[in-house]
């Protein structure tokens, strides 16, 4: 079993900072991609930023110059650096990551978390 938990988010005022990390446990093989999404009411789940394993990032540009997202291999976990916050980053911001399990290592499969709601007050 692979579990992701969330942690870190929270409300905060416009121009203010959070940050989100996201833990992977269970019987974890290789972790490849790892990311965020976020998911508003009455709105499709986005992608907010992923990281390959060897670093490389990307963004949606509604983020890019404000949330930065790094990791820890070791630790198998995903970090989410929120700076400059809006009211439109109000969501929920789930944890994906993309790992092959000990018990199917043949194969990649997709991991979420339960989600962390981020509200941002004007």
């Known amino acids: 079993q692979v579990q992701l938990v969330e942690s870190g988010g929270g409300l905060v005022q416009a121009g203010g900072s959070l940050r989100l990390s996201c833990a992977a446990s269970?019987?974890?093989?290789?972790?490849?991609?790892m990311g965020w999404y976020r998911q508003a009411p009455g709105q499709q789940r986005e992608l907010v930023a992923a990281i390959t394993s060897g670093g490389s990032t990307k963004y949606v540009d509604s983020v890019k110059g404000r949330f930065t997202i790094s990791r820890d291999n070791a630790k198998n976990t995903v970090f989410l650096q929120l700076n400059s916050l809006k009211p439109e980053d109000t969501a929920v911001y789930y944890c994906?990551?993309?790992?092959?399990?000990?018990?199917?290592?043949?194969?990649?499969?997709?991991?979420w978390g339960q989600g962390t709601q981020v509200t941002v007050s004007s």
């Open positions: 994906n990551a993309e790992l092959t399990t000990t018990q199917a290592m043949g194969a990649t499969f997709m991991y």
């Open positions: 269970g019987s974890i093989f290789s972790i490849n991609a």
